[in-house]
Every structure is written in C-alpha cells, then in structure tokens.
C-alpha cells in the first residue's frame, strides 16, 4: 500500500511557510496567504470547491466553506455525511458546525437522514433564534427549512464494514480510520485509506478560509466516531472545540479524539494562544501539549490534530501522533498536501 509519507506532497522548496519575514529595522512583519482555505486531512478537493466559491465576487469565506462541506458530505467516505460509518445500533448520525467573521455560529448534532448537515447549521445560524439544534429537533427545524429526507440505508462501504464490527460488536470508540490500521498494524505511522476508485478516506472535515476582503470563517461536518453509543456527540459541532472564529485573531477547527477536545475546548484555545501572540503552529501545538499532560499515557492511544489561520493568512497545524495531513490553497501555490508536526514521534 502506498505510504502517507510517498502520499503527501511538500511544497516546491520542501519548507514549511514560516509566516513571518523581517522587515527595516529587523522588525519581523507577518506574510501570511490571503485568500487562503485549510482544511483536515486531504482536503485538497474540498479546498477547490471552496476556491472555486470565493472567486465569485459576491462569495465570501462563508460560502466558500459551506461549499467545501458539501462537496464531502456529497460524497461515500467513511466518516463524513450520509455514506459514513453509523453508531453501534446502525444509524449515521452526523454532527456539523459553522461560523463567520462576527461570531454567528450554527451547529447541529444527531441529526439523521439529511443530506447537507452543514447547510441546516447555516440555516440554524441565519434563519432561528438559537446555535445548536440536536436529534430529533434537529431534523423537524431542517424538514421545515425545506431539506429532504433521505433514506435511512447504510451506503454499501458502511454497511460492509458495519458487519464485520458487529462480529465483535466492541463498544470501544473506534477514533478514525487512521488509527485503527495502525492499531491492527505493527504500531508505525498509520497508513492511508484509499478508497476503491483511489480517492481518500476523510475523517472529520474542517475548513477555514480567509477571503480577500479580510473575512474568515470556518466549517466543520462528521458523522463522528464510527459504531460510537448511540447519542454521542463528539467536538465537531461544538463551537469552541470542534470549530472556532475571532476575526481580530484568527480561526482553527479539530479533527480527531472528539471528547479529549472538548474537555479543554481546544479550538477556542488555540485562539486564545494566538491572541496571546502565538504563532498559529505554535498555539496548536501548545493545545496539543495541553491534552497531552491530562493524561500522558492515555494520550497515546488516540489522535488530535489542529490546523489554524491567523488574520493575516498565516497558517498553521500540529498534531498528537504522527500522520495528521493537511491541504491548503492560495493564490499562487497549486493545492497543497502537508503532514503537521506532532508531539508523539
Ligand atoms: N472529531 C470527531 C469526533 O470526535 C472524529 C474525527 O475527527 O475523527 O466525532
């Protein structure tokens, strides 16, 4: 099988973007990519829906990371949408969230057989009083929106593979599809999962994008853990873990552990970080070093990884174990794949 390392594709010149370069004086001035879009893992399809969004001019970074979500959630993959893994009692429940540059957020979590999770988080946002709509609710507000529902079926992928876990029906959370090819394996970096027609298996999908006019925002959808207790919710439709946004300091979205990111609600941190001064690498490896001291540990048994933007487009990612991608686009760079630093070697 091909390896992550063969797999991702380093800059040109094979250097991370520093973000900073000095200016008169030696004063260092920040260079960051605007417009820019980041997102989880091989994101690189995704980013160019959203590209392909903000080019119009009437498209903000907004719509831009909607696109992006629904180009995923349209697609068969283990852990994002309709076709995704479902909980242990064979039901996909998908959890999504979004947010703008003037912190309106819109999240929904358990909601079953819709399609677009993250439009009726954009509706939660832009059309109803409230943040969060949960289960049941949450698809009564997303029916009388006027989205469809869907069919209960399993795609064929999870259904397969819904089978063989029940076998063993362990009610252990499985983390993602990473993880457990590296459990089965011999403790190496975790292998890739490639789907049949050669596309890759996503975890969570988080976006955040930076759009010329200044504007940043962030989008986040899953169908969470695989064969998870049925009514878990993990971090990503929880603004302040899974997905944050201050547009005076910069934007970050989680992928991994969902419950090790909410208890220090990681991406409201990483924010926090950058207030502070941090750089974006920085404040997501210092989250990242927050979780590991809870519990070191336990901490090697599962994933988190961050990726963040600054206000001026400097990015950023880090995560726990090795073999956390991520993909970027911006103007003058073709998409880009990258592999974060981590904590654990
Ligand atoms: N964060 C997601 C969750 O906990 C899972 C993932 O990103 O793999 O539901």
């Known amino acids: 099988m091909q390896s992550r ?14 973000g900073f370069v000095r200016g008169a004086m030696g004063r260092e001035i ?22 392909e969004t903000m080019r119009s001019p009437d498209m ?22 309709l076709g995704g893994n479902p909980d242990r009692d064979g039901i996909v429940t998908l959890d999504a969230c979004i947010m703008d540059h003037q912190f309106n957020c819109g999240s929904v979590a358990g909601l079953e057989r819709i399609k677009h999770p993250i439009s009726v988080a954009r509706k939660v946002m832009e059309d109803s009083p409230h943040v969060m709509f949960v289960g049941a609710g949450a698809q009564q507000f997303a029916l009388e929106q006027g989205f469809q529902l869907e069919s209960p079926q399993l795609s064929e992928t999870a259904n397969k593979t819904y089978q063989e876990w029940l076998k063993t029906s362990e009610y252990k959370p499985i983390i993602n ?33 930076l759009d010329s006019e200044g504007r940043l925002s962030g989008a986040c959808t899953t169908s969470g853990m695989g064969f998870k207790m049925r009514g878990r919710v993990g971090d990503s439709p929880i603004i302040g873990s899974g997905l ?3 547009n005076e300091v910069g934007a970050a979205v989680a992928t991994g552990q ?12 990483i924010i926090e970080f950058m207030r502070q001064g941090k750089s974006p690498m920085k404040a997501c490896k210092k989250a990242i070093e927050r979780i590991y001291k809870i519990n070191p540990s336990k901490a090697r048994k599962f994933q988190v990884g961050f990726i963040a933007i600054d206000s001026c487009g400097v990015y950023g990612a880090y995560s726990l174990q090795p073999g956390f991608s991520y ?13 974060a630093e981590s904590l654990l070697k």
């Not at 909607?66 to 349209?74: F, K, L, P, V």
């Not at 969902?258 to 941190?269: K, L």
């Not at 993909?327 to 592999?339: F, H, R, S, T």
Request: charged letters at 20%; proline letters at 4%.
């Open 177 to 209: 599809i990473e993880q457990t090819q590296s459990r089965s394996g011999k403790g190496g970096p975790a292998a890739p999962s490639f789907l049949p027609d050669g596309s890759f298996n996503h975890d969570t999908m988080g976006t955040i994008a």
């Open 30 to 51: 920040k260079k960051g990519k605007k417009p820019i879009v980041v997102s989880t893992w091989d994101g690189r399809s995704v980013n160019n829906a959203a590209w």
């Open 258 to 269: 969902g419950e090790e990111v909410i208890r220090v609600s990681g991406t409201h941190m």
């Open 5 to 18: 390392r063969n797999f991702v594709k380093w800059t040109a010149a094979g250097l991370p973007l520093l």
């Open 327 to 339: 993909a970027l686009k911006y103007e003058d760079g073709a998409g880009v794949l990258k592999e």
């Open 244 to 246: 944050y946004i201050d």
């Open 60 to 81: 903000t970074a907004l719509d831009a990371v909607e696109a992006a979500a629904r180009s995923i959630e349209a697609t068969i993959n283990c852990c994002v949408g």
